[in-house]
């Protein structure tokens, strides 16, 4: 009886640590923001370091300003396991929690819930922001006017890191052979086509390896990898799947300095657990990492001191995903503040909040103002452009740490760019949809 006492309170401790702390119930004076997210499963360690920097710094804008203007922030979580299906259940509970806001914007931080919500969230007018992933084709606002792929999209990241590698040798790859080492899905699908063309133009032999969901089987991947003895590997991994691959690099003894991973593939959360296998390895990224950021230090300080931080291992402040996070609500947030800025300063509606994100400018001095300069790039959109930036930095890791290695590099829009209006043309064919911009 005492061990069976002693497992239930193990369990129930384990719950609360998993459960991610939640703000009072939405009122209607509250600016709610529904966040499907995950927290368990194969993903769950990476989302607890990016969901824990999301909610700390919508409870750091509570504590240090207020708000938004006045309006205070609220939230919820619904766990989806990054699982497509649990995705849109925890959509359709939390899109109308608050009749007022319609939940603001939705993050799912899930290309494949992001493509499952795509039609929803335009039918419902609640936006649907795919920041740092989702599909490309929804920069074009005139046909996705409530889809947000913010910052830097699959394509134009993939096109930013043959940039880089090409400066590795001369501005060229012609006569170059690269793996392209992919997780079977949605997100790792959507670059190839943007990869294809880069290859076409630069004359690269490209070879197209998929892995299977969630990735912790790799032998056969990398006994290929061997076979064709690439000059590089460009890795689109996610979760337990980055840390097997380095690992499987190491076994048949692939140079890690010459696999570069896109920036859901560089993370801590990836090299700590592959040891000395992530040494020399490359990613990208659209966020710093570190503490030395201004921002980050004063949410320590504000929203840990004050013992409302979010995650259970405060040594994750700083790090590459806890800092995305971070960034992401900071875009959230500043749409909000964009649209009060033409609504007035109350609680914004969906529809509202479009237009916020359809017009945001976030510059490098409102970065400064915010403490963020140099955390993540510029951010303009328009009906045009709904990605707003488009440019990454490469980092790598020294064995302990993440070191920036370049400065911003910016894809190919003269290649991409294109390529999703063609794209994105297609779908507005398929969906009988008028392509205009809303105002």
């Not at 030395?292 to 040594?315: C, H, M, R, T, W």
Request: charged share 20%.
């Amino acid at each position: 009886m005492k061990n069976i006492k002693q497992l239930v309170l193990a369990a129930t401790v384990a719950a609360s640590l998993l459960a991610p702390a939640l703000p009072a119930t939405a009122q209607s004076n509250d600016q709610f923001i529904a966040i499907p997210s995950y927290r368990v499963g194969p993903y769950g360690t990476n989302g607890q370091s990016y969901y824990g920097g999301y909610v700390d710094y919508l409870n750091y804008v509570n504590l240090k300003d207020g708000g938004v203007n006045g309006v205070k922030l609220s939230w919820e979580e619904c766990e989806t396991e990054y699982n497509n299906a649990k995705g849109v259940e925890c959509y359709e509970r939390m899109k109308n929690k608050n009749t007022v806001t319609k939940g603001t914007a939705i993050n799912p931080m899930a290309t494949g819930i992001s493509y499952a919500l795509i039609d929803k969230s335009a039918e419902d007018k609640v936006p649907l922001l795919m920041i740092g992933y989702g599909r490309t084709d929804a920069v074009d606002g005139s046909v996705f006017p409530y889809a947000f792929p913010l910052v830097t999209t699959y394509q134009m990241q993939v096109s930013a890191i043959v940039k880089y590698l090409a400066t590795k040798n001369g501005g060229s790859l012609s006569g170059k052979k690269i793996v392209f080492l992919y997780h079977d899905s949605a997100y790792g699908k959507e670059p190839i086509v943007a990869l294809e063309a880069e290859a076409s133009i630069g004359k690269f032999k490209l070879v197209e390896i998929p892995v299977a969901h969630p990735g912790n089987e790799q032998g056969a991947q990398w006994l290929k990898i061997r076979q064709e003895n690439p000059d590089y590997v460009i890795f689109w991994g996610w979760g337990v799947m980055n840390q097997t691959a380095l690992k499987a690099a190491q076994k048949v003894g692939f140079a890690r300095d010459k696999i570069i991973g896109s920036w859901w593939a560089g993370s801590e959360e990836d090299t700590i657990p592959a040891g000395d296998a992530a040494k020399g390895y490359l990613s990208a990224t659209w966020n710093v990492a570190g503490k030395g950021v201004p921002l980050i230090a004063d949410i320590e300080k504000v929203v840990y001191g004050a013992g409302k931080g979010n995650l259970q291992d405060k040594n994750k402040i700083g790090s590459v995903l806890y800092n995305r996070g971070v960034s992401a609500a900071l875009a959230t947030v500043e749409a909000v503040r964009t649209a009060q800025g033409k609504f007035g300063k109350k609680v914004m509606s969906g529809e509202d909040v479009r237009w916020g994100l359809e017009n945001l400018n976030i510059t490098n001095a409102r970065l400064q103002q915010l403490g963020a300069t140099g955390l993540l790039p510029e951010i303009k959109t328009s009906c045009d452009n709904h990605e707003g930036s488009g440019k990454v930095k490469i980092q790598q890791w020294d064995g302990s740490k993440w070191v920036l290695v370049s400065d911003w590099i910016e894809g190919n829009k003269n290649l991409i760019h294109p390529l999703f209006k063609a794209s994105a043309a297609k779908y507005a064919k398929e969906k009988g949809i008028t392509p205009a911009c809303m105002k």
